[in-house]
């Protein structure tokens, strides 16, 4: 049985549950659906899904159709409740659950068993269903989540992984005033290191340039890690020569 031939049956078994007049799982019956518009892909093929399950187990049904309009909503609530002609159940799709809630709480005071659509029940109405049928939009929130922050780490590590290859083992240049044994007149730090690679055709912010023991402060050449990414470092050569 397909979804939504198992979400009627759900129906049909609280309308039992609750006293309606509904002698067996099978037996005629009327429903009243309040939902969306059906020109919504996902609400018309549920409206679709209900009409085709309901006319193979021989129960009428009718939809009231609104545009994601709480008011209209309500005002079709009141509508079918001022007929007095009350089905054996009512399926619930609110455009607006809190907004909704009076209308609800309406449906449920003639008796009538009431079957949630889509949206999880919460503190405030579940007093007034029997049951519930669709997603965990609140999973569906947090797996949602869940996967844009993994895709977005993802492209930042492939981002930090282009800069680290277009890098590769690069060897920089940068000259400094020093004294006869090379020792430097002050010292070279991640700023000299950043615009050094800036103008070799790499931007790279001075605070992924490290340097664990100090500033450089003499001649020669000095292997310099650059972390581009928590999972991707590289290593360049700084080489200082004499002015």
């Known amino acids: 049985m397909n979804n939504l031939g198992k979400s009627f049956r759900t129906i049909v078994v609280g309308a039992i549950v609750f006293g309606a007049t509904v002698s067996n799982a099978w037996a005629e019956g009327s429903i009243v659906s309040f939902n969306g518009p059906a020109g919504e892909a996902y609400i018309g093929k549920f409206i679709k899904g209900i009409k085709a399950t ?8 009718k939809v009231f159709e609104n545009q994601f309009n709480q008011a209209e909503q309500d005002q079709q609530v009141q509508q079918v409740l001022a007929a007095g002609q009350l089905p054996d159940v009512f399926i619930w799709w609110p455009s607006d659950a809190v907004a909704g809630l009076g209308s609800l709480r309406a ?3 003639t ?10 029940p919460n503190d405030q109405d579940k007093q007034y269903i029997f049951g519930y049928a669709g997603p965990d939009d609140r999973l569906r929130a947090r797996n949602a989540g869940y996967m844009m922050r993994e895709a977005a780490a993802a492209k930042k590590l492939a981002a930090a992984q282009a800069r680290a290859d277009a890098i590769g083992e690069l060897t920089i240049s940068i000259a400094a005033n020093a004294g006869e044994e090379g020792k430097l007149f002050g010292s ?3 700023n000299e290191i950043a615009a050094a690679l800036l103008e070799a055709g790499h931007t790279v912010d001075k605070t992924e340039i490290r340097l664990p023991e100090g500033t450089l402060r003499a001649l020669g050449e000095t292997a310099v890690a650059i972390q581009l990414h928590s999972d991707v470092t590289i290593e360049i050569t700084v080489a200082l020569v004499a002015e």
Request: proline share 4%; charged share 20%.
């Open 54 to 61: 309901a006319e193979l187990k021989g129960f009428d049904i």
């Open 107 to 109: 449906l449920a005071k």
């Open 111 to 120: 008796g009538v068993p009431v079957l949630k659509i889509n949206q999880l």
């Open 188 to 190: 070279i730090g991640t």
